[in-house]
């Protein structure tokens, strides 16, 4: 089993920026790590997804070049850096993990993750 914990989420202004963090404990080896967001009303959505080794990332269109997933191995956490906030990113970001069958593989798929975060949520005003 895996349990994950995030951190990081706020309220903060358009244009500004946060850091998510998600720490893993349990069976940590060897997990693709992701985010997802879900907005009040709407369906949850991939945001970024990283693999095991970090040699593989995924990013949804709606990010890119604003936010960057990382992780730290020897701490079992993810980070996602959020820059350049949008009013439409308000939502509450999820981190999802799975032990990896495949090396490097990923998927923007809720059904294809394991294990889920209970959630922080991140508000960006206008």
């Known amino acids: 089993q895996v349990q994950l914990v995030e951190s990081g989420g706020g309220l903060v202004q358009a244009g500004g920026s946060l850091r998510l963090s998600c720490a893993a404990s349990?069976?940590?080896?060897?997990?693709?790590m992701g985010w997802f967001r879900q907005a009040p009303g709407k369906e949850r959505e991939c945001v970024a997804a990283?693999?095991?080794?970090?040699?593989?990332?995924y990013y949804e269109g709606f990010v890119k070049g604003r936010f960057t997933i990382s992780r730290d191995n020897a701490k079992n956490t993810a980070f996602l850096q959020m820059s350049n906030l949008k009013p439409e990113d308000t939502a509450v970001y999820y981190c999802?993990?799975?032990?990896?069958?495949?090396?490097?593989?990923?998927?923007?798929?809720?059904?294809?993750?394991?294990?889920w975060g209970q959630g922080t949520q991140v508000t960006v005003s206008s």
């Open positions: 999802a993990a799975r032990p990896e069958s495949i090396p490097g593989s990923l998927s923007r798929s809720t059904n294809w993750w394991h294990y």
């Open positions: 349990g069976r940590t080896f060897n997990l693709a």
């Open positions: 990283i693999s095991w080794s970090g040699g593989s990332t």
